[in-house]
């Protein structure tokens, strides 16, 4: 992808959050869908930014978005490329006025990440990245930081990241491989940004999320240096036939660490 629509994307996500940051000045209004998740104004403002931006620089490349109605998969199995994106991703944290809510959007080619924005509006951070795209964090001046995944030391207490808004039943057990662990909990795709900056080691998720809610992120753990795969150590595709994913592990170990391969 060209410097200058990487420069696009990133400015797209930015625009987006700040149109979030303008919907909360103004009060929350959520509703519910129809699968039982919170909805407010600011997630669908920012879905149509995002998409109408996306038509603007990408005219003809297909998105998948959480706020609109996607294609059936008979139509979407022949995209060999797409954009994927979460507008507002952690609304429950955005509800519950929290600030661990972001912008995600990623480009897919062939069921891959090859690039990922994450826009985190209240801190006015940038982070983007993906396979042969070294990872950066951008602050809100321009100033820039390459990101890279921190592997543990050996006999380092392992940290990993988990969901505050939706715990993973079973991830004490499944973290009981690696010994004593130091456990954080934040909302939203935040926890790929700070396994891609090494403040984690792994951030496992046991339970359902939607390919929007992971692809940004996975892309953006690539660029870092990092790994993502299902949990068995599968690839982790995307554009499948239900966009809903199994579960997963992003990390920065080893990936021949024999504590991997334990079920």
Known sequence: MR???REALMGLAR????AILECRAGGLDVTTKADGTPVTQADKRAGEILVAGLAHIFPGVPVICEETANAPYEERRRYT?????DPLDGTKEFAAGRDDFCVCLALVEAGRPVYGVIAAPVADLLYAGGPGVPSLRRQGDGTEQALRVR???????????ASRSHPSPGLADWLARFGAVRTISRGSALKFCALAQGDCHVYPRLGPTSEWDVAAGHALVLGA??????LDGSPFP???PELLNGPFLAHSLDPDDPRLARP
């Open 15 to 18: 625009l987006s959050g700040q």
């Open 151 to 161: 592997r543990p030391e050996p006999g380092e207490t392992i940290i990993a990241m």
């Open 225 to 230: 240096g990092g790994v993502m795969t299902a």
């Open 238 to 240: 995307y554009n499948k």
């Open 3 to 5: 410097e200058l629509d």
């Open 81 to 85: 490329r797409c954009f994927i994106v």
